[in-house]
């Protein structure tokens, strides 16, 4: 009889404990979601309405949010353009089953705060055309996950981590163009065989190019224009037969490219049409915040398409906001000839990236016409992105 009593009697306590635990593990992520919400939204207080402490049971349904499993927790947090201005939180780290984060195109300011590498899931990160500062944390190391880190447009120093490349070997997307960071380009980026697209442009390193780059078999996409990199550019990295953009301009590289290069462009021989088409390719970078590996380019779609498609009507909805909503020139006086200038650059992208090589316009006339805008714009407005 005391052996009947007691199985019902454990069975209960274990589902209790059992029900005790998920409700734990769900409070968790939304105590971090509200902490979160409490850095990032700054004085934006309008932000986010539907997170709020009256409806922490119902977190999986708020704003941005992805929720998968049982116990319900957070995989996705994709708040993109939502005007955050405020910092981040500590807090995130705290969402252990994350898998991706997406804060790109906001005003963030601050820090990487280094809980980030606790999210051992992490598959995606976009903290892109923010306003953050200080160093990589080192370790997003510890995120083995990754494959995705998009850190560009921010203010991001100091060198970048070589313990990235000795860890993070599913690592495919690496784009941390627009920056201050500085140091040598870690040899260890070449441990990353499925690296495909890798952008460090328009920061400060210095040294040589790593030749181990040239042994990542997959690499296509290889930006590291307007650093200070000096040397002559490894034999290794013109080999590559994956290439379809090779950006080594504003440097202080000096020898010959070989006469044997690979594929350059899309498939065109080395020559100055290969070097407008990656010129082109790298306003449209520049000027939309976008790149060709982003997952919006399916089929037909690219990054050429996608800017042609817009003009110009549709200008202010492709262009990188962080390039004018700091300077208030959405509501300015100098609207229209914001956009104007946006239009213009857009479509001498567009000429440059065309797909048949001989469509593509010259390389000098380009370099015209580049002069021609900016001094147009700066006849009127102060040089905030045209310059």
Request: proline share 4%; hydrophobic share 40%; aromatic share 6%.
């Amino acid at each position: 009889m005391a052996m009947s009593t007691a199985l019902p009697l454990l069975l209960l306590l274990s589902a209790s404990s059992s029900m005790s635990t998920v409700q734990g593990v769900e409070a968790n992520d939304a105590a971090a979601l509200l902490a979160f919400k409490a850095a990032a939204v700054g004085d934006g207080g309008y932000r986010l309405l539907s997170w709020n402490a009256s409806s922490t049971g119902e977190f999986c349904s708020w704003e941005g949010v992805t929720c998968q499993g049982k116990p319900r927790r957070v995989v996705a947090l994709n708040l993109s353009s939502h005007g955050l201005n405020g910092v981040l939180s500590p807090a995130i780290g705290n969402m252990s089953s994350l898998k991706v984060l997406n804060l790109g195109s906001n005003m963030l300011s601050g820090a990487i705060p280094a809980s980030l590498g606790r999210l051992q899931h992490l598959e995606i990160l976009n903290l892109s055309s923010n306003s953050l500062s200080g160093d990589i944390p080192t370790n997003l190391s510890s995120c083995t996950s990754l494959t995705t880190i998009e850190l560009q447009s921010n203010q991001l120093y100091g060198r970048l981590p070589p313990e990235l490349g000795n860890k993070l070997t599913r690592l495919e997307v690496l784009k941390l163009w627009k920056n201050n960071l500085t140091g040598t380009i870690p040899t260890s980026l070449a441990n990353l065989s499925s690296l495909s697209f890798v952008s460090l442009a328009f920061n400060q390193f210095e040294g040589t190019i790593p030749s181990g780059l040239g042994g990542i078999a997959g690499l296509r996409h290889l930006d590291l224009a307007y650093n200070h990199i000096s040397g002559e550019p490894p034999r290794s990295i013109y080999n590559l037969s994956s290439f379809e953009v090779l950006q080594l301009e504003g440097n202080m590289l000096h020898g010959e490219i070989p006469n044997d290069i690979g594929k350059y462009g899309e498939g065109s021989s080395i020559s100055t049409l290969g070097d407008v088409y990656s010129l082109g390719i790298l306003l449209l970078e520049m000027f939309t915040g976008r790149s060709p590996t982003d997952d919006m380019f399916r089929g037909s779609l690219d990054l050429h398409k996608f800017s042609e498609d817009a003009l110009p009507e549709r200008i202010w909805e492709i262009a990188d906001s962080t390039m004018w909503m700091h300077q208030g020139a959405y509501n300015s006086p100098s609207r229209s000839r914001t956009q104007s200038c946006l239009v213009s650059v857009i479509a001498l992208g567009i000429s440059c990236s065309k797909k048949q090589p001989r469509e593509r316009i010259l390389i000098h006339d380009a370099a015209i016409q580049i002069h021609a805008i900016r001094d147009s714009y700066l006849m009127f407005a102060k040089p905030f992105f045209c310059a």
